[in-house]
């Protein structure tokens, strides 16, 4: 939601604004400009003089301060840089020269050039962040003891907490300034920040209202309002909100542009994935994610995992990812090492206190015992939220083969039965589970059509030798018999005659206890005759002898 650049970056020159106003012919001072927030105007103003010989006082250093406002930090990146080179640079010019390194992404120079500049409350915040950029504890915590109890220190503080997953501090904090200081409106985006955060999305979005009633036109605003509605809603409903945005997003700070064009993708469900967020990586945190998460839907895993591979997790949402991609790449390789971190992964998530309680942290917890293949767990975990995930067909897909797993197919059938995607109902582990669930269920008959509508493969071979030998375990002789005699066609193995017999043979069995049909038997004979196996004669032989004995035609 928020920029945190982690690679260097040049920021354009952004279009000029509409925020001049023209007062009859009388040029506005620059004081005046600035108060307004007119950065430019001001940069139009001092330049303006600069071109005539009336130079401002601080005319350049007036113009990086703008340029930074503007968000076109190469800009200010100029002006501070050209300043510092002058003998009589004020050395405050060097804290304002690290700010906006530290925008650019470019966190060493932003270091060094804080050093230079002289001990002050800018200095610290701005040490305090770089701490967190560098994962150096020993540093943040030197600037933490420097923070003294003012906004500026206490808004730098509640920003480091956001930015480490401790929402719930940050909020706190907020509002303790919001109660002393009503007119500080933007402190309530950053609240519903938080919540939404912590997946409060409707409160975010009483928060967020506080602020639009007065701002209605802001980025920020509205880009979090049309989160809100695609996680309370959906994608259609999203971009309604960022309707009005999209052709005036860049007219005060280029990064809300990439913003949104960033969240239009996840809106959209992917589309333009591939032309939008590889820009973007590294630039708005989530750009990482959300391409790991288009390649894992386009069951490119390998790629998935490259993209992930190298990423340090912070947050719950990068451990899960990095879970997700390891148990799809370990599936697909075979590969226990990559199922073993997966697993890890997501204990790690499912266990820690601010997770453990969340439908997520549940979430990873059923994945973790599943990769352990301890179902009795997984369907604890599950069954405490499946409320959530009623018509979700990943939940119920998960949710099912945990069914099956612990014998209860009854069920298992019910929730395969519910799902609609046309991706899982066709992959083979979907198909044998039911399969299995049929039979289990004394209805392999529906097996047996899941069979026939499959295209001549490995799975469907594989799904023949499952019907057969599960069909002969439940005592259903005859679709045990039928699936033997096509995998005895496919594969000349003896077992598979010997399998067939043994069903041939109990279907004749229960035909004897009145448990099947006589009329059965003119297809068995046909099943046996199909073989060219010295043992079919006499067998032959046997049936048709009780068949003339008790008038059955054959």
């Known amino acids: 939601m928020m920029l945190s650049r982690a690679k260097p970056a040049v920021g354009g020159t952004p279009p000029p604004g509409d925020r001049r106003r023209k007062k009859g012919k009388e040029v506005p001072q620059l004081e005046e400009l600035l108060a307004q927030r007119d950065f430019t105007g001001a940069i139009a103003l001092l330049e303006f003089k600069q071109h005539v010989g009336e130079e401002e006082e601080d005319g350049n250093l007036w113009i990086g301060y703008s340029a930074f406002h503007l968000g076109d930090y190469k800009r200010a990146l100029e002006e501070y840089e050209a300043l510092t080179k002058q003998p009589t640079c004020s050395p405050d010019v060097w ?32 040490l ?73 999305y409707d409160v975010s979005q009483e928060v967020l209202a506080v602020y639009l009633q007065q701002v209605p036109d802001s980025t920020i605003a509205l880009n979090l309002k049309a989160c809100n509605h695609f996680r309370l809603y959906n994608g259609k409903a999203a971009e309604a909100e960022l309707k009005n945005l999209t052709d005036s997003a860049s007219s005060s700070f280029e990064f809300g542009k990439e913003l949104i064009k960033h969240n239009l993708v996840v809106f959209r469900g992917g589309e333009g994935a591939l032309q939008v967020l590889p820009p973007l990586v590294d630039v708005i945190p989530e750009a990482r994610l959300n391409l790991v998460i288009y390649y894992l839907q386009q069951d490119d895993v390998q790629e998935a995992y490259n993209l992930i591979k190298d990423l340090e997790p912070t947050a719950p949402q990068e451990y899960i990812l990095k879970g997700v991609v390891n148990a799809a790449l370990g599936q697909e390789m075979g590969s226990r090492d990559h199922l073993k971190i997966a ?21 990873c917890m059923s994945s973790c015992f599943f990769l352990l293949r301890q179902f009795p767990n997984v369907l604890i ?70 069979y026939l509508k499959m295209e001549t493969s490995a799975d469907s071979f594989n799904l023949l030798q499952l019907i057969a030998n599960d069909c002969y375990k439940m005592r259903q002789f005859y679709y045990s ?40 038997l003119r297809e068995v004979l046909h099943l046996l005759k199909s073989t060219g196996n010295s043992q079919v004669e006499y067998i032959v032989r046997i049936m048709k002898k009780w068949a003339k004995e008790n008038r059955v035609p054959f």
């Open 481 to 520: 018999a039928k699936a033997f005699d096509v995998l005895e066609r496919l594969d000349n193995n003896p077992e598979y005659w010997e399998g067939k017999r043994g069903a041939c043979v109990g279907v004749f069995q229960m035909i004897l206890a009145g448990r099947e049909a006589k009329e059965t």
């Open 128 to 200: 305090f962040h770089l701490a967190h950029k560098f994962s150096d504890e020993k540093k943040l915590m030197s600037s933490h003891q420097n923070l003294q109890d003012v906004t500026e220190d206490q808004l730098s503080l509640a920003s480091i907490h956001y930015m480490r997953s401790h929402y719930q501090e940050a909020i706190d904090i907020y509002k303790r300034i919001l109660l002393d200081n009503r007119e500080y409106l933007a402190l309530n985006v950053y609240v519903a920040l938080c919540y939404y955060k912590l997946d409060y």
């Open 381 to 450: 975990y599950l069954n405490s939220i499946k409320s959530y995930f009623y018509n979700n067909d990943t939940f119920n897909f998960n949710y099912a083969q945990a069914k099956a797993a612990m014998g209860n197919f009854s069920e298992a059938e019910e929730v395969f039965l519910l799902i609609q995607s046309e991706k899982i109902k066709s992959d083979f582990v979907y198909l044998s589970w039911l399969a299995r669930c049929y039979i289990m269920n004394k209805k392999p008959q529906l097996a047996w059509k899941l």
């Open 95 to 126: 804290v304002n020269l690290a700010c906006t390194y530290f925008f650019l992404g470019m966190y060493t120079q932003a270091e060094q050039a804080a050093l230079k500049a002289p001990k002050s409350g800018l200095q610290n915040r701005l």
């Open 343 to 363: 697993q890890q992964f997501f204990q790690l998530v499912g266990e820690s206190a601010s997770e453990c309680d969340t439908i997520p942290g549940r979430q």
